[in-house]
């Protein structure tokens, strides 16, 4: 099952595009260059058994407000189609809790 939920981590590195080039959503410089990991939530059952996390996704460089607006927001799965399967009952909580 493919399903559309992230959750970011972002921080200053303390330096500028001079090392770390620049900015990879803008392609402008940047004095002070933010890193944003993106995550994404995986959800499958297997032998009677229930698994779930946060898996590393994909990294971003360049300016902190370019990279807040690069992000992707979650979409909630519809009620109906979800109450009677665990998985996708897990994963709306978790979409309603990060509102
Ligand atoms: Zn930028």
Redesign the pocket.
């Known amino acids: 099952m493919h399903i559309d939920l992230f959750k970011y981590r972002a921080h200053s590195t303390g330096a500028s595009s001079a090392h770390y080039g620049l ?1 990879e ?2 392609h ?1 410089y ?1 004095s002070d260059v933010w890193i944003q990991v993106r995550f994404h939530f995986f959800a499958f059952q297997h032998a009677h058994e229930y698994h779930q996390g946060w898996a590393y996704d994909t990294s971003l460089f ?2 902190e ?2 990279l807040r607006a690069h992000q992707r927001h979650s979409t909630q799965i519809p009620m109906n189609r979800s109450h009677d399967n665990p998985v996708l009952t897990t994963i709306n909580q978790i979409i309603l809790s990060a509102h």
Do not use: E, P, W
Request: aromatic residues 0%.
């Open positions: 900015c959503v803008c402008r940047v360049g300016h407000s370019c």
